[in-house]
C-alpha cells in the first residue's frame, strides 16, 4: 500500500486521511502536537513555535502559536470527518536548546510551549496519551495514520516510539 507522505514545515500544520505519514524536521523548544482518530484514522501535525498569539504583534499565522494551532488543527481534522470526542494527542519537542545564566521562564520557550499545549488540549477535552518533552535535543517526528503511533527521531538517543 502506497502512503502520503506529507510534510509539516515550522510554525505550520496539516491533517490527512489514511493512508498516510505525516512529518516534520527539527523540533528543538518548538512542539510536535500529533492528533488522531483512531477509527476514522485521520491524523494531524502542528509544529508549534511560540506559547501564545495574545503575546506577538503579528499573530497572523494561526500555525506558530499553541493557542491557535491546536484549535485550527482540530478544525481541520473534522472537515475531514474526525469526531472531536475521539481525538487523542500526542506531543514531542519542548527541548531547552540552550543554557541561560539568567533562570527566567522567559527565556524557557521549549517549556513554555509544552505548558502551553497542553493547557489547550487540556480545555479541549482531548487526552494527552503520551510524550516525550523537554531535554535539551532536537526531534524529528513522524505520526502514522494506520495507528496513531508517533515516531521521534533523535540525534544521539536514537528512535523511540509512542
Known sequence: MNIEIVKVGMADLNSAQHPCMITTLGLGSCVGVALYDSTTKIVGLAHVMLPSSEQAKNNSNLAKFADTAIVQLVGDMIK???????????????????????????????????????????????????????????RTIEIYSEDGRLMIKTIGSGIKQL
Request: hydrophobic share 35%.
Open 80 to 138: 475531514l470527518g474526525a469526531r472531536k470526542e475521539r481525538i487523542t494527542a500526542k506531543l514531542a519537542g519542548g527541548a531547552q536548546m540552550f543554557t541561560f545564566s539568567q533562570g527566567s521562564d522567559l527565556m524557557r520557550i521549549g517549556y513554555r510551549n509544552v505548558v502551553a499545549s497542553k493547557e489547550k488540549l487540556k480545555e479541549l477535552k482531548i487526552p494527552i496519551i503520551s510524550e516525550d518533552t523537554g531535554g535539551n535535543y532536537g
